[in-house]
Nanobody, 123 residues
């Protein structure tokens, strides 16, 4: 059973930085794509970034391109989201997710989800 556990959320000032972590366990992830999504109050869950575990291809939402970076540590089975220059509109619960269907941006294409970690960006 795949398990994903996020950590690293908290309160950050606009223009600062924050790194989210996702610990993945339960299987070998070589064929998987790992994604980050977020959900703000009253809004639908939306795609943030994704990375192929093997090869490292990435994809980003336009709203975070150039500010956020997704990365992975294969040896530790961990995925990260480095958030630089966050804005108040980045405030949301951030979720780690996994899919074996290739680089995907749709929520419905991901099979496994973590519990989420709250990120609050103050102005």
């Amino acid at each position: 059973q795949v398990q994903l556990a996020e950590s690293g959320g908290g309160l950050v000032q606009a223009g600062g930085s924050l790194r989210l972590s996702c610990a993945a366990s339960g299987r070998t992830f070589g064929a998987y794509v790992m994604g980050w999504f977020r959900q703000a109050p009253g809004k639908e869950r939306e795609f943030v970034a994704a990375m192929a575990w093997s090869g490292g291809a990435t994809q980003y939402a336009d709203s975070v391109k150039g500010r956020f970076t997704i990365s992975r540590d294969i040896a530790k089975n961990m995925v990260f989201l480095q958030m630089n220059s966050p804005k108040p509109e980045d405030t949301a619960v951030y979720y780690c997710a996994a899919t074996y269907r290739g680089l995907q941006v749709a929520v419905g294409m991901y099979d496994y989800w973590g519990q989420g970690t709250q990120v609050t960006v103050s102005s």
